[in-house]
T-cell receptor, first 109, second 114 residues
Framework: RKEVEQDPGPFNVPEGATVAFNCTYS??????FFWYRQDCRKEPKLLMS???SGNEDGRFTAQLNRASQYISLLIRDSKLSDSATYLC??????????FGAGTTVTVRA | DAGITQSPRHKVTETGTPVTLRCHQT?????MYWYRQDPGHGLRLIHY???????DKGEVSDGYSVSRSKTEDFLLTLESATSSQTSVYFC?????????????FGNGTRLTVT
């Protein structure tokens, strides 16, 4: 079983829609969680950290469910510029982050 | 953006040849990492460094070696390239570990082994 699993998508949504997707992780001792964004043929960039209480950054909301071992990302009022691959990242120990393979989101006009 | 430069950006090489990829940072961060990214896989850690001359293996280290003689440079060497090492390689840096310091990535090296 992979340490981090994501639905690859693609999620095709119209502008203005809400889209949400999850990521599951296998190591119950994981302490840190992140969402990264990766545009085609570019490097991953940090979108947001995920905190136990859940957190919001503008149109983006991240949630952590430790009991079921998943994190989620919700994007409200989708923009064309939100089209990207979203990588779920889990820190099972201090040095070695585990990356999901990514969820592709395509926002259409 | 964090000051990370990878070189070369693109390389085509033949099976059996040695290849060295360079990562250079201007942030004076302690931790440096080499990842590879392949379709259907998340980024997979090859090697990482937690200080000058301090390195350790990641999950896919076979066929790769690294060196860090200065804080700012982290080199990844493929001693004898194979076709399975065709990939996109990303270097990353962080000041600390855990959620206090996320990774910042270089813009990648596309390596093709023919």
């Amino acid at each position: 079983r992979k340490e981090v699993e994501q639905d690859p998508g693609p999620f095709n949504v119209p502008e203005g829609a809400t889209v949400a997707f999850n990521c599951t992780y296998s190591n119950s001792a994981s302490q840190s969680f992140f969402w990264y964004r990766q545009d085609c043929r570019k490097e991953p960039k940090l979108l947001m950290s995920v905190y136990s209480s859940g957190n919001e950054d503008g149109r983006f909301t991240a949630q952590l469910n430790r009991a079921s071992q998943y994190i989620s990302l919700l994007i409200r009022d989708s923009k064309l510029s939100d089209s990207a691959t979203y990588l779920c990242v889990v820190n099972p120990n201090d040095y070695k982050l585990s990356f999901g393979a990514g969820t592709t989101v395509t926002v259409r006009a | 953006d964090a000051g990370i430069t990878q070189s070369p950006r693109h390389k085509v090489t033949e099976t059996g040849t040695p290849v060295t990829l360079r990562c250079h940072q201007t942030e004076n961060h302690r931790y440096m990492y080499w990842y590879r990214q392949d379709p259907g896989h998340g980024l997979r850690l090859i090697h990482y460094s937690y200080g000058v001359k301090d390195t350790d293996k990641g999950e896919v280290s076979d066929g790769y070696s690294v060196s860090r003689s200065k804080t700012e440079d982290f080199l990844l060497t493929l001693e004898s390239a194979t076709s399975s090492q065709t990939s996109v390689y990303f270097c990353a840096i962080s000041a600390e570990t855990g959620d206090n310091s996320p990774l910042h990535f270089g813009n990648g090296t596309r390596l093709t082994v023919t």
